[in-house]
């Protein structure tokens, strides 16, 4: 068997931002209205790599692919200057049940899980967003960043990061829009990106000024978060899918654990925002939150779209 490989390059040569975003409401519709079959993923905890494997399948009922992404997250390989993420989507035949294609599986990663930052952040920030921050210095910085600026017209984004010296070349590989920022930042930003490893709160509900709206996509695992206790609870919170986030969604679970927070307080699933079942921002006063670990169903949209155009 001799699959094609469609590489990074590939992806993004078929697939723009705005393709991308538009996709995710595709994606959060199936998983709200039960069209997507999406277990939850397997979490192969390897402790003394300090790594971890993910695998997780998707399928979308009446759909013409299925597809399975392997990924493996190793925590150490950003100091030692290697991807944080590596992984490969492998495309199936749904109707037929062959293999079909791999497909690279970071590319995929970053770009559908800043789609799914912009789709939020379209759908939840305030319509007159000027100011961003963004924590994070990575691929997936730069996917939210990407995202963000598809469906808001910004005019400052400030990128806060572990380094001084590799978030100044981050920045550098903007515009000038986009500059190294501080904490005090914060209280100036009307959308805030968490895209970052932090096993701990990145910054406290003080440091920020109502109306704000946070896409926290960087933790996903049950004790790890982004977010502090009295946000979460401060916030309106909606997620991609309830039943992984109650496996995986540490800045949810975290405060459930410590007695001072509920899933019943949560606003529920980005899908069902969509659809009208849910109210997004009701005042510029809200503080809207999208918490996001993850879905393969977002994996298995943009691998479709990668499939289709590039067999043409």
Same mark, same amino acid.
């Given at each position: ?156 984004? $400030?990128?806060? @990061? %572990? &380094? ?7 920045? =550098? +590989?903007?515009?000038?829009? #986009? /500059? ?96 009208? $079942?849910?109210? @997004? %921002? &009701? ?7 999208? =918490? +996001?670990?993850?879905?393969? #169903? /977002? ?14």
């Amino acid at each position: 068997m001799n699959l094609p490989f469609y590489s990074a390059d590939d992806v993004r040569s078929v697939v723009s931002m705005s393709d991308a975003i538009e996709s995710m409401r595709t994606a959060f519709t199936a998983l709200s209205d039960g069209s997507a079959i999406v277990p939850n993923r397997i979490n192969l905890p390897m402790e003394d790599q300090n790594a971890l494997h993910l695998s997780m399948p998707a399928y979308i009922k009446d759909g013409k692919y299925n597809s399975i992404k392997l990924v493996n997250v190793h925590f150490d390989n950003p100091q030692i200057g290697l991807p944080l993420i590596n992984g490969v989507i492998l495309v199936m035949d749904a109707v037929e049940g062959s293999p079909l294609a791999l497909v690279e599986g970071k590319s995929v990663t970053s770009l559908r899980t800043g789609a799914g930052s912009g789709l939020a952040t379209d759908l939840l920030a305030k319509t007159d967003s000027k100011n961003a921050v963004i924590f994070g210095s990575g691929a997936q910085a730069k996917t939210q960043i990407e995202a963000i600026r598809s469906v808001r017209n910004l005019e400052s984004i $400030k990128v806060i @990061g %572990r &380094s001084k010296e590799k978030t100044l070349e981050f920045c =550098n +590989s903007f515009d000038e829009t #986009v /500059q190294p920022g501080e904490m005090n930042n914060l209280k100036n930003a009307d959308i805030i990106c968490t895209a970052t490893t932090s096993e701990r709160p990145l910054f406290d509900f003080d440091d920020i000024s109502h109306g704000v709206h946070i896409n926290a996509v960087g933790a996903h695992k049950s004790d790890t978060r982004e977010l502090g206790t009295k946000l979460v609870q401060e916030g309106k919170v909606y997620i991609d899918q309830l039943s992984s986030s109650k496996n995986e969604a540490g800045d949810i679970i975290i405060p459930i654990n410590e007695g001072k927070y509920d899933w019943g307080q949560i606003q529920g699933e980005l899908g069902d925002l969509i659809l009208g $079942k849910l109210q @997004g %921002r &009701s005042s510029d006063q809200d503080i809207t939150i999208f =918490n +996001s670990i993850g879905n393969a #169903v /977002q994996d298995l949209v943009i691998a479709e779209m990668v499939m289709e155009k590039k067999s043409k």
